[in-house]
């Protein structure tokens, strides 16, 4: 855990209750017990975003991933801080329950903002989409996909496909949003942010370019197996071995380096 993260919230909770922890030494003094729960909830905060991000099915994972959850998680967090009434007991208690009640709102809405798509049209248009610079038309897509054009209609008139996810990225937040961010928070999204980035630029240039198509693109592995040059990357001669190797060397590699840093 970051040490001005951990600092900021030591002091705000400075004269909070806190309930013992598991682990915990008899002979800890008050400043000591305290810092010792803080560490333990923040760790357990942590961990309930990283458990919500696994729960969520693949394609969701390239909207919300296992950072922006650990960072909602911790924003949730030093929110409470702000308001907590002791009369609602020990912090670390009180806490625990509403950051897990918080993050499973998000993925509430989000599974019900976003139903399921027709997978492989999506995929054909947004391969189109991506050539072409423009959005594809019904004949196009009904000639390509062999579907009626009634249907293809539809299938745009929902939103071609694409899952119009509730999170909010960076930059793209609205205003009245982004005006009521604390200082607090700014500072755990840019440390979340630059973690991230500094653990991808750890990555050899291929294994780089992997990840940022799959992560931040969008690319399915169908889409990474169909260039030859991607397969050689990961030595590779079936598509379910590409994915289980970009997991393995890449995905992993990136994940373990978040997690190390948190």
């Not at 970051?2 to 400043?31: C, M, N, P, R």
């Not at 008139?157 to 899952?163: K, L, N, Q, V």
């Amino acid at each position: 855990m970051d040490e001005q993260i951990f600092s900021l919230l030591a002091e705000k909770t400075a004269g909070f209750v806190f309930s013992a922890e598991s682990g915990e030494s008899d002979g800890l003094s008050g400043d000591d017990r305290h810092l010792f729960r803080l560490k333990a909830l923040l760790t357990q905060v942590r961990q309930m975003g990283i458990r919500k991000f696994y729960q969520m099915p693949e394609d969701f994972r390239i909207s919300q991933t296992m950072e922006d959850w650990m960072q909602d998680a911790m924003i949730f967090l030093c929110r409470l801080t702000d308001d907590y009434d002791p009369k609602k007991g020990p912090f670390n208690n009180y806490a625990r329950f509403i950051v897990s009640r918080r993050l499973t709102d998000i993925q509430r809405k989000m599974f019900r903002k976003n139903p399921p798509l027709e997978e492989d049209l999506r995929k054909l248009a947004q391969s189109l989409r991506r050539e072409t610079g423009k959005e594809p038309d019904v004949r196009e897509l009904a000639d390509l996909s062999g579907r009626s054009e009634s249907e293809i209609r539809k299938f745009l008139e929902d939103g071609a496909g694409e899952r119009v996810f509730v999170r909010e990225y960076e930059g793209q937040e609205r205003p009245e949003v982004r005006a009521g961010i604390s200082p607090e928070e700014q500072y755990i999204r840019a440390e979340f942010r630059k973690i991230l980035l500094d653990c991808i630029e750890k990555l050899d240039a291929d294994f780089k370019m992997l990840f940022m198509h799959r992560e931040f693109e969008g690319y399915s592995f169908r889409e990474l197996y169909d260039k030859p040059g991607n397969r050689n990357i990961l030595d590779s001669h079936s598509e379910k071995t590409f994915q289980r190797r970009y997991k393995d060397q890449v995905y992993d590699a990136v994940q373990d380096c978040v997690e190390t840093r948190y």
